[in-house]
């Protein structure tokens, strides 16, 4: 006969009416559909009873002796623990007045006696329901809070995964360099406060990475940064910061550091570390590294530049010839800056033409006559005045500017000798020499240019002569076939330029046939009339008799030299014993003067 409702809740009841009879009644059938029902004859005691039970509902009598209903009521509402408890007044009290002041003392229903059952069951079971589903709300509330909070926390962890990859290396979860330029930033500031403390930032790049990328494929080279990060991660301390800014760059933020040495323990460290080989996967790699190593101090007024003379210390170590560390010292940055600006000024002397040539004789040294010219730059600066190749063609080499200007070089060492012959001059087998260097020879379209030029100044194409040096061979070996066997199409002839200076290997010799070794002005500089400082000079000259070749000697100064070269069969000469390179005036005064050697 119970329903469910009853038999899971059994909500608990607490009537209140000072006469039995009542209590009785209302009890009786309240139980009987269920409820738990207690009962109490007075204010006091109903008050009593609800200390020890808070129940779900309470039916409350108004007039009864010593404390009447309305007074029950207000105590109950003023008590947080029992002001929630749904009061419903039972009571022959008809008024409206009555009726209002039981809603006004906090009831939320009124029954008149006499009532019917039915009626009091409806609207307990209607108050229950209510309580029943503000409780589920309250529940639903806080449900939905903890969802938030949940939520909330969900969001914080993503904006954190989001910070964490802004300031990191996704390969190999290094900081990154906006997170090297944070902490460099705070370290800046602990010096300026502190005086005392000192730090350093070591700059390293990887030798020849490039090459394991494309030789291996950049997968091994990923694998290879993560070998990387992880051995210089093994070396540092707490305290330090390692960072990978990009490619093969990767920056050290070395902090509590007593003085340089320090510093330069931890590069030599760093570089002992590299000697060994990195095993990946699939294959063991040899890598080498250069270190640039600048001092934190209070001089410094922005991390950017504390990183960019770390960066120049680290070309530094490259330029002295890679696997080594390098201190910045501040004239390193005025010589960087000089470079960049004759960077620019080299940019503008492009579009302003400020170059001229200067031509040195080549003399036959049988006939003692000359055979040839070789055409050597100048930049006509407007304020340094006449500079020389060996201040500026490095840096042309290494921006590329080398290549409009070797471009014009060429074309007007054609236009040149074009002009001289046609003045009758010269005769028709003198030859011009232009110089090429590793860049220039690596360009794919040097034939092509070399042609237009040919075409454009209508020169014979065997009265031009190419100077390259060995590491222009050597560094595009590929190519360099290719370009040897054109030339030779063309007749152009082609000269290996400071021969003996570059590779110790002469192998190549056999594989790029070339037809002229010119002997490095510094052997010949050696010969002082002994034979004992001949050095390697009857070498070259005898490998290139057995290949046929010819040989020219550069640098030479005095009589005594070419005396000596002339006695090893040497077949050309240069230098300024016959004449220092010269503009193009003095070159037909040179010749008009039929000079004989
Ligand atoms: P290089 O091709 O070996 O040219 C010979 C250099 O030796 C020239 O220096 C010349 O002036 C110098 N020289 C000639 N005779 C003597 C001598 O008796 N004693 C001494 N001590 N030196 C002598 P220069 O003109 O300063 O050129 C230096 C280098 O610059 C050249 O060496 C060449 O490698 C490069 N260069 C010059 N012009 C060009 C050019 O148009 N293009 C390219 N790519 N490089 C050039
Ligand atoms: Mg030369
Ligand atoms: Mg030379």
Redesign the pocket.
Same mark, same amino acid.
């Given at each position: 006969m119970n329903s469910d409702r009853t038999v899971i809740i059994k909500e608990d009841i607490l009537i209140v009416d000072d006469t039995l009879e009542n209590l009785r009644l209302l009890s009786t059938m309240l139980l009987k559909q269920g409820y738990n029902v207690r009962k109490a004859l007075n204010g006091q005691m109903a008050l009593k009873a609800v200390e020890t039970v808070v129940p779900d509902l309470i039916l409350l009598d108004i007039m009864m002796p010593d404390m009447d209903g309305y007074q029950v009521c207000q105590r109950l509402k003023q008590q947080s623990s029992t002001a929630e408890i749904p009061v419903i007044f039972l009571s022959a009290l008809n008024e409206v007045f009555d009726k209002v002041k039981a809603f006004e003392v906090g009831g939320v229903d009124y029954i008149t006696k006499p009532y019917q059952f039915e009626e009091v069951l409806i609207r307990i079971q209607n108050q229950l329901a209510l309580k029943t589903a503000e409780r589920e709300i309250l529940q639903l509330n806080s449900q939905l809070e903890k969802r938030v909070q949940e939520r909330t926390q969900q969001l914080e962890i993503a904006n954190a995964r989001l910070l964490e990859m802004a300031l990191h290396d996704s390969l190999t979860g290094l900081p990154n360099r906006a997170l090297f330029m944070k902490r460099l930033q705070s370290a800046l500031q602990e010096v300026k406060a502190n005086k005392s403390s000192q730090f350093a930032v070591l700059f390293l790049d990887c030798d020849r990475f490039k090459v394991i990328n494309d030789s291996l494929g950049h997968l091994v080279g990923d694998e290879l940064l993560i070998a990387i990060a992880a051995r210089l991660q093994s070396c540092l301390s707490n305290g330090d910061t390692l960072a990978r800014l990009g490619g093969d760059e990767f920056a050290i933020l070395f902090t509590e550091i007593e003085n340089i040495s320090n510093a330069i323990q931890m590069a030599t460290r760093i570089l002992d570390l590299f000697s060994h080989p990195f095993q990946l996967q699939r294959r063991e790699v040899f890598i080498n590294a250069s270190i640039g190593i600048t001092l934190g101090n209070c001089d410094y007024e922005q991390p950017e530049h504390l990183l960019r003379d770390a960066d120049t210390a680290m070309y530094r170590a490259k330029a002295l010839g890679k696997g080594q560390f390098h201190v910045f010292d501040p004239e390193m940055h005025s010589v960087a800056l000089r470079l960049l600006q004759l960077e620019n000024d080299l940019r503008r002397a492009i579009e302003r033409q400020e170059f001229v040539l200067?031509y040195?004789p080549i003399i036959d040294l049988n006939q003692g006559k000359i055979s040839g010219f #070789?055409?050597? !730059?100048r930049w006509q600066h407007p304020t340094r005045g006449l500079v020389?190749?060996?201040l500026f063609?490095p840096i042309a080499e290494e921006t590329g500017l080398?290549n409009p200007i070797?471009h014009w !070089?060429m074309k007007q060492a054609c236009r040149q000798l074009i002009s001289w012959q046609q003045q009758k001059l010269v005769n028709d087998n003198l030859s011009i020499s !232009?110089?090429?260097?590793v860049r220039?020879f690596s360009q794919p379209n040097l034939i092509e240019q070399i042609d237009r030029v040919l075409a454009e100044t209508l020169l014979n194409p065997q009265c031009l002569k190419l #100077?390259i040096t060995e590491s222009a061979i050597m560094d595009n070996s590929q190519s360099a076939a290719t370009i040897l066997e054109e030339l030779r199409k063309r007749q152009i002839h082609l000269s290996i330029?400071?021969f003996g200076t570059g590779y110790s290997s002469l192998s190549y010799l056999h594989s790029f046939r070339v037809d002229l070794l010119k002997i490095d002005?510094s052997f010949v500089q050696r010969l002082n009339g002994t034979s004992s400082n001949l050095g390697l000079i009857p070498a070259i000259i005898s490998i290139a008799q057995t290949m046929g070749m010819k040989a020219i000697a *550069?640098?030479? #100064?005095t009589t005594q030299q070419l005396i000596q070269l002339k006695k090893l069969n040497c077949d050309f000469g240069?230098?300024?014993?016959f004449s *220092?390179?010269l503009n193009s005036k003095n070159v037909v005064e040179l010749i008009t003067s039929d000079p004989h050697w």
């Open positions: 200067h040195q #070789e055409a050597l !730059v020389s190749p060996g063609i080398i070797g !070089v !232009v110089n090429l260097s220039q #100077e330029d400071d002005k *550069e640098g030479i #100064e240069q230098g300024y014993l *220092e390179p």
